[in-house]
């Protein structure tokens, strides 16, 4: 459930958000923001996270440390 | 000005003998050898252009320098995503003072955007042409900027649409954008070569993946070569954008002209980078410098041929909106439009578009009879003057209240118009700036007159010292009519010995780029 955007970084330009395979990103007060229940990491859809590809301010989506990693149902 | 290191090619093409002249080895692309006319930049008149191209481009600014001096443009900022990263680019969605592509003041919705289209239209009624710029790339933003376009053509269908793309996602929208009311697309290309791209894109996002390096400029050729093509083939009226970055991409420029001519681009806009270390782009940050008036008139030089050249690009804002070199956006924010009774007008707005082609046609006729006085006059003295303008092709600005200057060459053979330099405004408040006063003469040092439709004592005293004669003679006239007549009488004083011709020094572009409070 791991990928979180960094609010203060986020310019809001919006490529985050089509990406998703998920639908896991809304905008939210003038930052997007990353629903980390639907997060899958992209695990089993692409071969990196599109929110972090398609970002262009680096270092600004990143993993949730707090939550744990997620796992692809068995 | 920033120091001139490295010199390229193009200084010393421009700087040999202190004459304008491209590199001899470019006379390649100079030479018009299929239609054998002498091309005048993208100032053509319907005689210089394929009447159906001249019928779709004649009332829109940015595909007609003609058509620049009376009518407006404006930009709506529905497209904040990009899908590649440049090295000149540093997008801002909140900022007021800097005039740049990919800066804009508030980013709008499909519906807003519409709103603020026909507020516009009511308000400017010579705003012919809507584009979708960015600040992002339109493409990477497909649902919004169709969307905006559909909602556009259905309640205001005599406004032209057009977008301007990096071409990534060119290819997967050609369709769309041919089976849409779009007939002009602008792609910006600045480099075949992925050695050199690798250099300005540091890196795309593409099919999924993101790409850096060689791997992501060739991608990014690939897909904008492969995009013009499809443009051509569908016979949808493509200009090329290219930004001038020297001792990385200038004259590698003169073969992106050849690639882009071949396959069927129509007019080629080769612009100065802009990059001041405050806009926070890579180039402005590490030190990369723009090129100088002269470098970027001997590139576009070189490369004029059967394809025409863009001179008169101001390199605006994603959300501009006015004539060229004016912006008036500030008028239309969200809180404004809310206000705003808008009701489209179509009735009106032709009834005063009909004025503007008089107001067109006398200018032409005006320079045609002044011409017609020149007939037999020969001279090898060519020169350049800058002009005061607010537009309609007349000298009707005052020399302090200016934001730009337009600039002429002068020949026996006519007035051209060249470019434009930016400057900050000389009046502040009633009283002129002495520091800004040497700014502008730096912007315009390469001019031998200015011509105003007024000035005070005081510039007017240093203007001359520095060798540039201010000219309020011809207040409130045609532009080229008047240049013209001035330059008959400048070679009169030349023949009769009163006056020594010299050729003039290089100028700056100004890197600035701020908007300065009106």
């Known amino acids: 459930m791991p990928f979180k955007i960094i609010a203060s970084q986020c310019t809001s330009c919006s490529a985050c958000e089509p990406l998703c395979p998920n639908d896991a990103i809304s905008e939210k007060r003038g930052s997007f923001v990353i629903e980390a229940a639907k997060c899958t990491e992209c695990v089993g859809h692409f071969d990196e996270p599109q929110c972090v590809a398609a970002c262009p301010v680096d270092n600004t989506c990143v993993v949730d440390t707090s939550l744990p990693r997620y796992q692809a149902p068995a | 000005m920033n120091a001139v290191v490295g010199r390229g090619k193009y200084v010393k093409a421009a700087v040999d003998g202190g004459k304008m002249k491209p590199a001899a080895e470019y006379k390649g692309c100079r030479a018009s050898a299929n239609t054998g006319q002498a091309s005048c930049g993208s100032q053509a008149g319907p005689g210089d252009l394929p009447i159906e191209i001249w019928e779709k481009v004649k009332n829109h600014p940015c595909y007609s320098e003609e058509a620049h001096h009376h009518y407006a443009r404006m930009h709506v900022a529905v497209a904040p995503a990009c899908n590649i990263q440049c090295n000149y680019c540093n997008r801002k969605y909140d900022c007021a003072n800097e005039s740049r592509p990919g800066v804009v003041s508030e980013k709008l919705t499909p519906e807003q955007a519409l709103r603020k289209v026909l507020a516009v239209a009511t308000t400017i009624p010579q705003m012919t042409v809507l584009g979708i710029a ?11 900027t ?9 309640a205001a269908p005599d406004i032209k649409l057009c977008l301007s793309t990096n071409g990534l996602a060119l ?19 600045n480099m075949v070569d992925p050695e050199i791209g690798a250099k300005i894109y540091p890196w795309i996002f593409f099919n999924h993946k993101r790409y850096t390096g060689i791997d992501a400029a060739r991608i990014l050729t690939d897909r904008q070569l492969q995009g013009l093509e499809m443009l051509s083939e569908r016979g949808i009226l493509c200009k090329v954008n290219s930004v001038m970055i020297p001792n990385i991409n200038d004259d590698h420029l003169v073969e992106v002209n050849k690639a882009v001519k071949s396959r069927g681009a129509f007019l080629h806009n080769i612009m100065p980078l802009i990059s001041a270390p405050e806009h926070g782009t890579v180039f402005g940050l590490n030190g990369q410098r723009g090129p100088t008036a002269w470098e970027l008139k ?89 002009v005061a303008t607010k537009g309609s092709g007349l000298i009707n600005e005052h020399f302090g209240h200016a934001k730009e200057f337009q600039v002429y060459e002068l020949s026996t053979s006519g007035a051209k118009f060249v470019g434009h330099r930016r400057v900050d405004v000389y009046c502040q408040g009633g009283y002129g700036e002495e520091d800004r006063l040497y700014a502008i003469m730096g912007g315009i040092h390469d001019c031998h007159a200015v011509f105003v439709s007024k000035i005070g004592g005081c510039p007017k005293s240093n203007l001359i010292k520095a060798g540039i004669e201010p000219v309020d003679q011809y207040a409130h006239e045609f532009i080229e009519k008047s240049a013209i007549a001035w330059f008959k009488s400048y070679l009169d004083k030349v023949k009769r010995g009163e006056i020594q011709h010299e050729q003039r020094g290089d100028a700056a572009i100004r890197q600035g780029s701020r908007i300065s409070a009106a």
């Open chain 2, 134 to 144: 960015g600040p992002g790339d339109p493409l990477a933003n497909p649902a919004k």
């Open chain 2, 146 to 154: 169709f969307k905006t376009f559909e909602l556009v053509a259905k």
């Open chain 2, 171 to 189: 290819p997967d929208h050609i369709d769309t954008i041919a089976g849409s009311k779009i007939d002009h697309v602008t792609i910006t290309i």
């Open chain 2, 298 to 386: 001997a590139l576009q030089d070189a490369c004029e041929g059967e394809i025409k050249m863009m001179r008169h690009c101001r390199q605006c804002r994603a959300d501009a909106v006015g004539l060229l070199g004016e912006d008036r956006s500030a008028e239309f924010t969200t809180d404004q439009l809310m206000k705003m009774d808008v009701q489209y007008d179509l009735e009106m707005r032709k009834g005063y578009q009909d004025g503007v082609e008089d107001e067109r046609a006398a200018k032409v006729a005006a320079a045609q009879k002044e011409l017609t006085e020149f007939a037999g006059e020969m001279s090898a003295i060519t020169l350049l003057v800058a």
